[in-house]
Structures are given as structure tokens and as C-alpha cells.
């Protein structure tokens, strides 16, 4: 291989060039920028973990799974997996080797940014060499592989339900551009090497081209205006990167690494949720998961179109959409990024200012004491209170099991804070969690039993309240069954199914142990949609802005989801889920607690 | 000078000089907050009732008479629970009305 | 407003007024607050109209102030009417006039309580006998001055030298016109007019030329209440009512305001001072306030009586803008000089309040 | 005169409305037929002991019908499988397999006591001493029900179960149910002449003839308390009684109260079991699940479609002496548009 230019240098690079420098400093400089938005805290923290082997290494598995092979995309979705990766990678790969010929053929080289991206332009074919020739192969394997890819994203572009998705997002003017140029590229680039494949060598892709178009062509001058075609598709597509979803290629880079060091978001806006922001590949993949999609309306509210109006700068629909959302969490379940939609709503809800800001100065602690000497207090929370069937049920399972237990709150009590702190009001939560823990301690118990996830969620992640075990009833009642404190006796002929409520499925983690209990009742069937990907049933407290009506369609198509398989009843383990789905219910909708109790003899 | 006594206020509620652009903000934001029947439900249930007094009823009723400053003492205490949603037989979404009216008290014309 | 709707309520509420032979009894506080209300009232009658007023020095008061009050018990005011009663009796007549309005309201209660318990009536019987030996026959008819001089209106209109018309343009004076709470709010039948509409005064007002305003809220007390102005922790009530009849007339710029009662054109006067005092503001124009006159003042103004010898001078609201308007001569010297040309002391001027 | 025509009608519910309607067309001298899914005629008001306001036994008003109905084919504890429309008449598939056909169809399907079990936070099914008007009504008749204490200190009625309630899918007023709360209280008063009685109301309608003066009287004569506030919140006391929660809008105040029963006033919504029939023969339903009628002022018991008639409480809450005047009006309506036929 030797060069055919003396000069190494042809005008065609230009436009290469220019693309790959702008974006270049682009990147740079904001990386600074939001490398500066950071806590100094999370600054050093962050730089910390780039120099620490073990997290070093994480990074560099996770960046080569997530944005080259794209695995959790393949396990999802195989098709867009494929896709995904075949350009990811394929892409990688190509400048990775296109190095490697420059490094080992023409060193001197090394340091022009354009030689590898053009090298068989630039090089001549002296002999033919078993190395050569391996090269020329994986080159045109690569490129093989991406041109697939490419195909496959136009099928999708026209037909995206034959990749199993129902809704994706509008591409904005930018994104087109970027998405042609971005497909022009790799066709172009096989003309180029096809034409100069004589010169500069080839492989079975190549080689065969090259023939057909000297053959077609007769002279080999026309090769020119293709590069010069190719390196126009490379500069445009990397000028609009920085302005299109593409921007998420380099920003999941750092996206990467800052997760990894730990950071999470402190402003809707700056900093980490910046990068998170633009790391959104727009995939919209949240859109079908959005419980909220079902109405027309409200399909642009979901994670993707935040992001979007983010970095539009669109301060009325940010509000908006940060107020509307459910905050039942699947957007980031099934984000392929893992871009933490609700964080970001929950810190855009902080910004709000209020003229009237609650306070509970007033509420003293030992106005609620506690009676009695059992070591399990029972916190029923407000909307159990609204729904007796549990706190009964509840009551007589624990005196069944021979438990003795106190109600935190008989004749109700204060709220656990998580509403005002999806409300984004803080401050008020701490004060409602500051009375709370206080009234708990002074009962001296060692278990807090709660039947509402809401609470549920806020007393495990708020509260400190070391040396009490905080306990929902589904895991409680569930070891009692399992430890044999708790007689049920299953029937066979009822089947059931378990709605997993947001807060305690994707907010808390609990699966298991609810199917596990009411399998000791009953059998059971699973939703079509279920576990991690349970749809909210709507009544959440999440929204601040969603009204009754509108959130209808939500919970009928969380209660068919539900009743797929036709049970004879549906059960959750959630007040809140309760009282919204049987307001539209077809057949009983129950607590576990209630299910358990019927089914088990004192 | 001191005569030792004063005009005293009148307690009457003058519908047509009141400021209600409190109330008809909200309105605007919560289309709902007009189809109150007064019927309670949301006071007796309220989480806070019984230390400030709180009562979604109430706020709506005061707002539409002009009695802003009860208004404010009222949502001292409110902890955002959702009960009185829950029990709205018109489906009202309390929670919203309270925020909105925390929101904009002090700055009706503010945005949302 | 519709006036045939008014006239209708008026021939609903006719009442028969003797037109001679009356037994007049004064008032307790006009004498001291409007002596000359009273004086010109007799004047008038008699004198101008040569009609026969009997009164005679042995009246007392009636105790309407006492019983509304709460200070004494509803029988002593009844031995006491009883009482009067007998005076006229003696005198041998049987139209009773009362100066006072809640003299009036007095006689109209205790004689409709008698109507409705003899039995009470005839105990009173027996204490006036045991009192002071006297007997009684109960009056024939019960009015008010003010509806003779109702009665008496068309007559004084024909010798009118002033009318109540403004003589800058032509325009009829515009007249608020405030009835006492107890002419008829108690015994709607028994005043003229009958109480949501009554026209004794609006009557004369308009017969002299004027125009009577209706205004939101014409029905309202003066303020006085008894009660409300003689406890003194009260008084705040009692001249917020009057702040509020001001603040509904306001818009219609009266030029005076006619009244029946004795209270009433004192607090409607003096309060204005008061409220003036306390708000800064004056309802009348350019400073001044909106004189109050009572009807006999009225009367003499528009007979032409010297508005000084008719004890103007005494209001607090000066009188001036309203005479200028009507073109009564008057010497702004002489103001404050008594009927015997003797200097009265001159009082000191409110801050706010224009009254002369 | 009457034509001499022996048309069958099909009249689908066999309620006073139904029954009522069978009587008058039979009266014209056309040929009902009831068809009844449940076991006996006689409907809701069957399940009812005594009626407002004049306490009237419910077997005063459905005795004559079983002379009265002598003539007439029934068929009970059946249902209507399909209805077809053919050329001039209809053909009507029942469950017990026969098919009749008809010139007319009058639907008298009435409809449904609202589930209070769906108003879960007031704990009907759930605590000891909580129990419906129409349980109450039952009671009356059996004197059994062992939630009916014997000796209340305290009975509370709550009106608007189930009515006037968006959360439980029932906007429209039931138009009965405060009258009947007046009248079951009037008569718990009268068993238990020392027991405090509370009704709990949002508004009290009582817009019929009589029914002002039966209010007056539960309060001067009776002395049964009435709080303008809706019930939010029942919760079970320690010793098995239930413990309202409701505001006293009136006074602004929360009013807390222990009772020995709580009576909950269910409303009249409409029975979803029709819509399978609505749809086969192509009537509209309104967005409250009711029949439609053609209008609401002159046609309330027709409809747009030919032969089709409507009768009673299927078209939206209803009193008996509507439901009968309604009866006979369909009766006039399948008459007139025989006649007219005819022609």
C-alpha cells in the first residue's frame, strides 16, 4: 500500500472537515458547560469515578453494550435491537479498522483527521496481501451490516407496526435532514470504494461493483464527484447532529459514565438532566408505554416530547407536561437510555413558586397518641380510610395470626407527605415527615405496617427510621402465609389477578410477594401487560392537572390490560387503585388483604 | 377627633363591588371548581379540617364572596392527601383548585 | 320607580285626619333641640290658618323614650298616656295631635294593646284613678303633626312665598324625604301613605314644589335606636346606619332632607358632622353638608318665615346653600343673634364639616 | 268504538308499569302478552312494604292486577333471547324457546336499585349496622334482618347513594329516594318513638303533591333531624356500631355522630342487563344508559322506531303514579298507531 498523492490532500475533505471540527469544538465546549452546571460535589465525584479502575471499566462495558450492541434494546425488541446495533457498531467498527489500515500502512499519516475516514482514496494497492485482503473484507462486512441496518430503518421509517410499535415520534425538520444525510452516507461511501476498489483494492462487496461500473462506465474519472458526494453527507449529517436526536450519540457517552458516578438530577435543566436530555434518541418507545396515550390529547406528554420541549426551551408545555404526568414511572421503566422522566417532572415541579405555602406548626405530634403495647403499629394513611374493607381485613388477618397490633391512625391521622412531595413541595413533606416520625417513636414499636403503597414508598425512602422494619401488607401477610402464622385455604375455582400498583411495583420493587400470597388464595392469571410494565390505573396522585374525566379512558384501559385472561376478580394492593378501578369495574376488584382474609379461617 | 367610637364595618357581602378575579382565574384553569353543590363531603373528610379549619366548600364559596384572607388561613394546613377528590361527587379535582389558588393568591395574573 | 304604583299604595293607605279641633301635645327633646319647630307649628295652625290647637301646660312626657329604652315597664308608659288621656278629656277633646313621633307609635301600641286585652285597659283605669284621680275617654283620632300639616298642605301652598324650586334653574329642589320609624313602621294603616311608600312628607314636598328622591335605602332608620345611640359602646352602629343612608343618597345630590321625628333630623344632622369627622367626607356640595329641616321648618321657609327665627342657626349643617337656592333673604349677621337681638355665643367651626 | 283487532303486543317487564300496560291495551281490545325474568309479577315495588306519601300498602296498588291480568298470557322467569323485525311486525325469540309474534313491543324493563356496595367508604356489606332502603323496606315486611338492632338509640338515612354522583356513574337525580328517606324515617320513628333520626341530604326534593307536607311533618311531629351535608366517611366504633362522618354545611361545622343503623338511600340507575335488547332491535340509549324517548316532553314513552314503545322507570327515575300514567299513555300510543295502521 503506498499513497497515491504526494500531498495526501484533495479538496473533496472539505466538507468532512468542516463537519467533524464544528462538531468536535461543539461537543467539547458543552461538555465544559455542563461539567460546570454540576455541584462542585457531584463535579469531583464525578471526575473521581473517570480515574477509579473499577468504575473506569464499568463505563467502558456499559458505553460499548448500551451504545454500540444496544442489549437492553435487543432484549426488548429484537428487530430495533438488530437495527440499532448493526449501524452502531458496524459504524464503530469501520472507523475503528479505517485507523488501524492508516496506523499500520501509511503511519506518517496518523495525525490528518480525514486519511482514515477516506483512506481508500487516498492509498494505492501495490500487492495484494493476506493482511490487505482481511481488511478489505471486514470493511466491506461492516458495511454490509450497516447497509442492512439502514434498510431495515427505512422499512421502519414507512411501517413502524411491523417493528411491534404502535406510536413513534414526529422527526422535526433537523432530524430529517440528519436521519438522509445519515442514510446517504453509507451508500455512498460503497460507490466510493467500489469505483476505486481497482486502485485501492477491494472485497467481495467492492470488487464485484467495481467491475460492473467500469464496465458500465468505461473510464474510472466519475469517481471523484461520489467522494465528493460522501464527504458532503458526512459534513452535513455532523453539522445538524448537534441540533437533531443524533446529539444523543456523544451525550450518552457522559451520559454513561455520570450515571455511573452516581449522579442524579438536582435541576430540571442543568447539569445532569441536560445530558440525560440529550441523550433521548427520540426512539419514543415511552409513548406507547405512557398509560396516558390512550387520549389522543395527551400523546404528546410523555418523556420523549419533555425532552424535546426542554430543549426547545418551551416553558409553558414543560409546566404543562411536568404537572400532567402520572408519575407512574414506565416511561423510564422501558427507556432505552434510562432517561428518569419523573425526576425530571418532580425537580420542574420544585421551581414553582406559591404564594400560600402549607405549614404544620400548629399540628402537634402528641395530639395523636398512640394506645397499647403491640410491637406492629398499623399506619391505615388517608386513603384506606376511604376504603374499609382493607383497614378491616386487615385488622382481623393480623388478630388471626395472633399479632398483636395497634392502629397508628384509628381515627385518622396525618398524611404521610409523598403527595406534597409529588407536588414538588418539599418542604412541607419534611415538616408532615418530621411529625410523623416523631408520633411512631413515641410508640416504641418495632414493625410499621402500611397498606397503602403511597405511604409505603415515602416511609422506606424518606423517613429515617432505623430499628423499625417498615412493612407493606402484601410482603407482611405474605410471610405470616408462608411462615404458617396464617392459615389460607386456596380455592381452586376462583382465579385472580394482580394489578401491580406503580408505587409499589416500579417505585418500591415488590413483585414477588403479592402473586406469592394470593397464590395461597387462589389461582392466578398474569395481565397482558404486568410486573415492571403494569399500566398506573389512572387515579394516581402524581397529576396535579389530570381531572376526573379525563382520566377515564386510563383506567378502562388499565382494567382491560388487567382482564385479559378474564378472571373472576381483580386484586391489587393499593387503596388508590381500588377506588379508581371499581368505579368502572365489571366484576370485583379487591385488596389482597380482603382476598386473604375471606380465605383464610381464624 | 376622638368621639370614642367608630363607623363600624358592615358585614354585608356587596356581590357587585366584590374582587372575585381570584375566583374566576381559577375558573379558567379548573372549569370544574363552578360545578360545586356545596354538599360537604370534602370538609368532612379533610385530613387537615380540624387544625385550620380547611374546607375545599368553603375555599370555593369564600373566593366567589370576596373573603380572600379566610381563603389563606383555611389552606394552612392542607396536605395535598387527595380524599376530598376522592369523594367529589361532581369529580372535582380539589388538589388542582388548591394549588392553583396557593399559586396564584398573592399574583392573579401570574401564569401557571 | 313608578309613581301610579305609589299613588295606588297611597289610596290603599288613606287615613282620616280631623281637619280642626285638636288636642296637642309636645314633644320632649324638639323642645330643646328644634324650639322653633313647634312654635311655628302652633303659629301656622292657628294663627296662619286660624284653625283651634288646644295644649295644655299639665302634659308630661308620654314615656315613649323610657319604654324604648328599657327603663320602665310598658303599663307605667300606659298610666302615663292615660294620664294625657285625661288631660284631654278635661280640656273636652277628642283629637289627639302628638309633636313627637314616638309619642305617636306610644298612643297607636298601647291603644291597639287595649284594643286586643280590655282587661289590661281597665287596670290601667284603675292605677291612673289611684295615681291622681283622674279618668279617661280614649281619643277619637290619633295623628301625627305632620299629618295635619299634610292635611293642612294645598293651604300653605296657596300662601307660599317661596317654593322649593332652585331660582338658578328653575329646577324642583331635590328632597329626601325620611319619615320616623315609629309613624308607621309599627301600624302601617296609621300613617299616611302606609310604610314602605309613606307621603305625609312627600306630600307637602311636592305640593311646595319639590321633588322627592327615591333612593336604595329610603326605608332605612336614621340611626338613632334608641339603645344604639344612648349606650355609648353602641353609637358606632348607630352612626354606621346613618353613614350608610348617606352613602345610598349620595348619588342623587339632594338639596335638603325633610323629616317627622325628633330624632331623626338630629342625627341625620349632627352625624354628619360626626361622620365628616371621621371619614373626611361631606355629602353636600362643595363642603357643605345636606341640611336637615323638619317639616314645620319647612313650612315657615316656605311661608316665608326668617329662616333665624325659624332657629335654623341651631342645625349643624348650615342651612345657607339651601336658602341661596330657594332665594330666601336671609342676614348672615344676624345668625346668630336671639329673638331679642342679644348676641348667642357663637360656636366653634367642625374641621372638615363647611357650615357657614 | 274500539277496533275489532286481536294484535298481539309484546310488553317486556312484568312491573306495575308492565302489568299497568297489559290491563289498558287488553281494555282496548288488543291481545298482551308479559314476558317477566323473574319468578312474579310485580317488580320493585313488590320488594316495597309501604309507598309516600300517604303510606299506602305496595299490595294495595298490585292486588286488582291479579284479577285484573286474568286474560292475559305471562310468562315468567323469562327472558327475551332476540327480537327481530320482519315486514309489519316483529318476532320475538324468548328463552323458554317460543317465538312470538307481535305487532308492537312496549318496553317496560324498569330499572336498577344501585349497588351500594360501590360506595365503599360507606361500608354497606362491610360493617354490622349498615343496610339499603329497599333492606329496610324488606324489613318492614319480615321484621328479620339481624343488622336491624331491636332497640336503636340512633338510625341515620343518607340520601344520594348512588345519585347525583359522578364517581359512581350517575349524574341524574333519583327523584325518589328523599321522599322515601322522609317516609322510612317517619315510620322508624314511629316503632322506635325515642330513637334520634338523622337524614343526611345535599338537597331535600320533594317537588310532588303531598310530599312537602309529609316533610313538614317528620320535622314538627316527628322531630327527625335533617343536616344539609353529604356523609363522606363511615368507620365501625369499638362496640359494633358506625360512626358517621359528614359536614353540617349550614353550620360550617364537621358533625361527627355514633349510630345503631345506617339506612343508605340507593338510587334508581339504569339495569345495563337492557342494552343487549336496545341494541338488537336498534333503540338509543341515552348517555345515561336509560332508553331514549323520541322527546322528552310529548313522546316520552315513543320512540323513533315504528312499534316500539317505552313505559315507566327504563326511560330515567320514575314514582308509581308516573310510571302507571306513563303505562296508559304507551296503552293510547300501541292503540293510535294500530289505528292508524289500519288505515
Redesign the interface.
Known amino acids: 500500500m503506498i499513497d497515491r498523492l504526494a500531498n495526501g490532500f484533495d479538496p473533496f475533505v472539505i466538507p468532512f472537515m468542516v463537519g467533524m471540527i464544528f462538531v468536535l469544538t461543539y461537543c467539547g465546549i458543552g461538555f465544559l458547560v455542563i461539567l460546570f452546571q454540576l455541584s462542585r460535589e457531584d463535579r469531583k465525584r464525578f471526575l473521581l469515578s473517570l480515574v477509579n479502575p473499577v468504575t473506569a471499566w464499568k463505563n467502558i462495558k456499559d458505553i460499548f453494550l448500551n451504545c454500540l450492541i444496544h442489549v437492553k434494546l435487543w432484549k426488548r425488541n429484537r428487530m430495533l435491537g438488530f437495527m440499532h446495533s448493526s449501524i452502531a457498531f458496524g459504524w464503530f467498527m469501520i472507523i475503528v479498522l479505517g485507523h488501524l489500515e492508516v496506523w499500520l500502512f501509511v503511519p506518517e499519516r496518523i495525525r490528518l483527521l480525514y486519511y482514515p475516514i477516506f483512506f481508500n482514496f487516498f492509498v494505492a494497492e501495490t500487492e495484494t496481501t493476506l493482511q490487505g485482503a482481511v481488511f478489505f473484507f471486514l470493511m466491506d462486512f461492516f458495511l454490509l451490516l450497516i447497509l442492512v441496518g439502514i434498510g431495515l430503518a427505512m422499512i421502519k421509517r414507512i411501517r413502524s407496526r411491523f417493528f411491534g410499535m404502535r406510536r413513534t415520534t414526529r422527526a422535526s425538520l433537523l432530524d430529517t435532514i440528519g436521519l438522509y444525510s445519515l442514510w446517504a452516507i453509507f451508500p455512498l461511501r460503497l460507490l466510493c470504494e467500489s469505483f476505486t476498489a481497482h486502485i485501492s483494492g477491494g472485497s467481495f462487496l467492492t470488487v464485484p461493483m467495481n467491475h460492473f461500473f467500469r464496465w458500465f462506465f468505461g473510464n474510472e474519472l466519475n469517481y471523484l464527484p461520489t467522494w465528493w458526494a460522501y464527504s458532503i453527507a458526512l459534513g452535513i449529517f455532523m453539522l445538524v447532529l448537534p441540533f437533531t436526536r443524533y446529539m444523543h450519540i456523544p451525550a450518552e457517552m457522559l451520559l454513561i459514565p455520570m450515571r455511573n458516578a452516581g449522579l442524579k438530577v438536582r435541576h430540571p435543566r442543568r447539569g445532569f438532566a441536560r445530558i440525560q436530555v440529550l441523550s433521548c434518541p427520540g426512539c419514543g418507545v415511552c409513548i406507547d408505554a405512557c398509560p396516558m396515550s390512550v387520549r389522543k390529547e395527551n400523546l404528546k406528554d410523555c418523556t420523549v416530547y419533555l425532552n424535546r420541549q426542554i430543549r426547545h426551551h418551551n416553558e409553558r408545555r414543560i409546566t404543562e407536561i411536568s404537572e400532567k404526568c402520572l408519575m407512574c414511572g414506565k416511561c423510564s421503566e422501558v427507556c432505552q437510555v434510562g432517561v428518569d422522566g419523573p425526576l425530571m417532572r418532580l425537580k420542574q415541579r420544585e421551581l414553582k413558586k406559591y404564594s400560600i405555602n402549607q405549614h404544620y406548626r400548629n399540628i402537634r405530634p402528641d395530639s395523636f397518641p398512640v394506645e397499647g403495647t403491640g410491637k406492629v403499629l398499623y399506619f391505615a394513611g388517608c386513603m384506606t380510610h376511604l376504603t374499609p374493607s382493607i383497614r378491616k381485613a386487615t385488622m382481623s388477618l393480623l388478630s388471626k395470626a395472633g399479632i398483636e397490633a395497634r392502629m397508628m391512625d384509628p381515627d385518622g391521622g396525618l398524611c404521610c407527605g409523598r403527595p406534597m412531595l409529588l407536588a414538588g413541595r418539599q418542604e412541607q413533606a419534611r415538616e408532615l415527615i418530621r411529625l410523623n416520625t416523631a408520633i411512631i417513636r413515641s410508640s416504641g414499636c418495632d414493625t410499621l405496617l402500611l397498606t397503602c403503597p403511597i405511604c409505603y414508598r415515602i416511609f422506606k425512602e424518606n423517613y429515617k427510621l432505623d430499628g423499625i422494619r417498615v412493612v407493606h401488607h402484601s410482603v407482611y401477610f405474605n410471610e405470616l402465609i408462608q411462615s404458617g402464622l396464617l392459615k389460607v385455604s386456596k380455592d381452586e375455582s376462583r382465579t385472580l389477578v394482580y394489578h401491580d400498583p406503580c408505587e409499589l411495583g416500579r417505585g418500591c420493587g415488590i413483585y414477588e410477594e403479592p402473586r406469592e400470597a394470593l397464590l395461597a388464595a387462589g389461582n392466578l392469571v398474569e395481565a397482558h401487560q404486568n410486573h415492571a410494565e403494569s399500566i398506573c390505573c389512572g387515579g394516581s396522585l402524581g397529576s396535579l392537572s389530570l381531572n376526573y374525566e379525563k382520566r377515564r379512558e386510563i383506567t378502562l384501559n388499565a382494567f382491560e390490560n388487567l382482564t385479559a385472561e378474564q378472571p373472576d376478580a381483580v386484586v391489587t394492593a393499593c387503596p388508590l387503585c381500588l377506588n379508581t378501578f371499581s368505579h368502572y369495574a365489571d366484576r370485583p376488584v379487591e385488596d389482597l388483604a380482603v382476598v386473604l382474609d375471606k380465605a383464610s379461617e381464624s | 377627633m376622638d368621639f370614642g367610637f367608630t363607623l363600624s364595618p358592615s358585614s354585608a357581602i356587596e356581590l357587585d363591588t366584590l374582587d372575585s378575579a381570584l375566583y374566576r382565574k381559577l375558573c379558567r384553569i379548573e372549569p370544574g371548581a363552578r360545578t360545586c353543590i356545596g354538599c360537604g363531603s370534602c370538609s368532612a373528610t379533610c385530613t387537615a379540617a380540624e387544625y385550620s379549619g380547611m374546607s375545599v366548600r368553603k375555599l370555593l364559596l369564600g373566593l366567589q364572596r370576596g373573603k380572600k384572607a379566610e381563603v389563606e388561613r383555611m389552606l394552612s394546613n392542607c396536605m395535598l392527601c387527595g380524599k376530598c377528590t376522592m369523594v367529589c361527587p361532581r369529580g372535582i379535582n380539589t388538589r388542582r383548585v388548591i394549588l392553583t389558588v396557593c399559586r396564584l393568591y398573592d399574583n392573579v395574573e401570574g401564569t401557571l | 320607580m313608578i309613581y301610579q304604583g305609589k299613588q295606588k299604595i297611597w289610596s290603599d293607605y288613606q287615613k282620616d285626619i280631623p281637619d280642626n279641633h285638636w288636642f296637642y301635645v309636645r314633644s320632649c327633646i324638639r323642645q330643646s333641640f328644634f324650639p322653633a319647630s313647634e312654635a311655628y307649628f302652633v303659629k301656622i295652625v292657628r294663627d296662619l290658618l286660624g284653625k283651634d290647637l288646644y295644649e295644655t301646660p299639665h302634659h308630661t312626657t308620654c314615656g315613649g323614650i323610657a319604654y324604648h329604652s328599657d327603663t320602665i315597664p310598658q303599663e307605667t308608659a300606659m298610666t302615663i298616656v292615660a294620664r294625657q288621656f285625661a288631660l284631654m278629656k278635661e280640656a273636652g277633646y277628642k283629637n289627639l295631635v302628638t309633636s313627637c313621633i314616638t309619642s305617636f307609635g306610644n298612643y297607636c301600641e298601647i291603644l291597639e294593646t287595649w284594643r286586643e286585652f280590655p282587661e289590661l285597659e281597665a287596670r290601667i283605669r284603675e292605677h291612673l284613678w289611684k295615681a291622681c284621680r283622674r279618668e279617661f275617654d280614649k281619643p277619637e283620632y290619633v295623628c301625627h303633626a305632620s299629618d295635619v300639616v299634610f292635611k293642612l298642605r294645598n293651604e300653605i301652598a296657596e300662601r307660599a312665598k317661596f317654593r322649593l324650586i332652585d331660582k338658578e334653574t328653575g329646577e324642583p329642589l331635590r328632597i329626601v324625604e325620611h319619615i320616623g320609624c315609629h309613624y308607621s313602621k309599627m301600624f302601617p294603616h296609621k300613617g299616611v301613605g302606609g310604610a314602605e311608600y309613606p307621603c305625609v312628607l312627600s306630600g307637602m314636598a311636592e305640593s311646595w314644589g319639590g321633588k322627592v328622591i327615591d333612593y336604595p335605602e329610603r326605608r332605612h332608620c336614621c340611626g338613632f335606636g334608641f339603645r344604639q345611640y344612648m349606650v ?2 353602641n ?3 348607630s ?2 346606619n346613618t ?2 343612608k348617606f352613602e345610598s343618597m349620595e348619588p342623587y345630590h339632594p338639596d335638603m332632607i325633610i323629616t317627622n321625628c325628633p330624632g331623626c333630623p338630629y342625627f341625620l344632622d349632627r352625624w354628619q358632622y ?2 365628616s ?3 373626611g367626607k361631606t355629602y353636600g356640595k362643595d363642603g357643605y353638608g345636606i341640611p336637615v329641616l323638619t317639616y314645620e321648618e319647612l313650612a315657615g321657609l316656605v311661608l316665608g318665615v326668617d329662616p333665624w327665627d325659624l332657629g335654623l342657626q341651631i342645625h349643624q349643617v348650615g342651612p345657607e346653600p339651601l336658602l341661596d337656592k330657594m332665594g330666601v333673604p336671609y342676614d348672615p349677621s344676624k345668625k346668630y343673634l336671639g329673638l331679642d337681638e342679644k348676641e348667642l355665643r357663637k360656636p366653634g367651626l367642625p ?1 372638615v364639616l363647611k357650615c357657614c | 268504538m274500539l277496533l275489532s283487532m286481536k294484535e298481539t303486543i309484546l310488553v317486556v317487564g312484568g312491573g306495575i308499569a308492565g302489568m299497568e300496560t297489559a290491563v289498558q291495551l287488553k281494555a282496548l281490545g288488543l291481545t298482551p302478552v308479559i314476558v317477566e325474568k323473574n319468578s312474579s309479577l310485580g317488580g320493585h315495588v313488590a320488594q316495597w312494604n309501604r309507598l309516600f306519601p300517604d303510606m299506602t300498602p305496595a299490595s294495595k296498588v298490585l292486588d286488582p292486577y291479579n284479577d285484573a291480568l286474568k286474560e292475559v298470557d305471562i310468562y315468567t322467569d323469562t327472558e327475551i333471547a332476540s327480537i327481530n323485525s320482519l315486514q309489519k311486525e316483529y318476532a320475538a325469540v324468548l328463552s323458554n324457546g317460543k317465538t312470538l309474534r307481535c305487532k308492537a313491543v312496549v318496553f317496560a324493563t324498569g330499572f336498577k336499585l344501585f349497588e351500594a356496595e360501590k360506595k365503599e367508604e360507606y361500608g354497606y356489606g362491610i360493617y354490622d349496622r349498615v343496610i339499603t332502603n329497599r333492606d329496610l323496606e324488606r324489613w318492614f315486611d319480615t321484621r328479620s334482618d339481624e343488622r336491624v338492632p331491636a332497640k336503636p338509640a340512633a338510625i341515620g338515612f343518607v340520601h344520594c347513594v348512588g345519585s347525583r354522583d359522578v364517581k359512581a356513574g350517575n349524574s341524574q337525580c333519583s327523584k325518589v329516594c328523599c321522599i322515601t328517606a322522609i317516609k322510612q324515617a317517619i315510620e322508624m320513628k314511629e316503632l322506635f318513638p325515642d330513637t334520634e333520626i338523622y337524614c343526611f341530604y345535599m338537597d331535600l326534593r320533594l317537588f310532588g303533591k303531598k310530599y312537602e307536607d309529609f316533610y313538614i311533618n317528620a320535622q314538627r311531629d316527628y322531630g327527625i333531624h335533617f343536616i344539609r351535608g353529604r356523609v363522606s366517611e363511615v368507620a365501625e366504633t369499638i362496640d359494633g356500631r358506625v360512626q358517621v362522618k359528614a359536614e353540617d354545611t349550614l353550620s360550617g361545622k364537621p358533625v361527627k355522630v355514633k349510630l345503631d343503623l345506617l339506612v343508605l338511600m340507593s338510587g334508581i340507575v339504569c339495569d345495563r342487563a337492557n342494552n343487549e335488547l336496545a341494541r338488537s332491535v336498534s333503540l338509543p340509549l341515552d348517555e345515561d344508559g336509560f332508553f331514549r324517548s323520541l322527546d322528552n316532553i310529548a313522546g316520552v314513552t315513543c320512540t323513533d322506531r315504528k312499534g316500539l314503545f317505552l313505559a315507566g322507570t327504563c326511560t330515567g327515575p320514575k314514582t308509581v303514579p308516573e310510571t302507571l300514567a306513563e303505562a296508559r299513555s304507551a296503552a293510547l300510543n300501541v292503540y293510535q298507531y294500530l289505528k292508524a295502521k289500519k288505515k
Do not use: D, M
Request: glycine share 6%.
Open positions: 355609648k359602646a353609637r358606632g352602629y352612626v354606621s353613614h350608610k360626626v361622620i369627622e371621621q371619614t374641621n
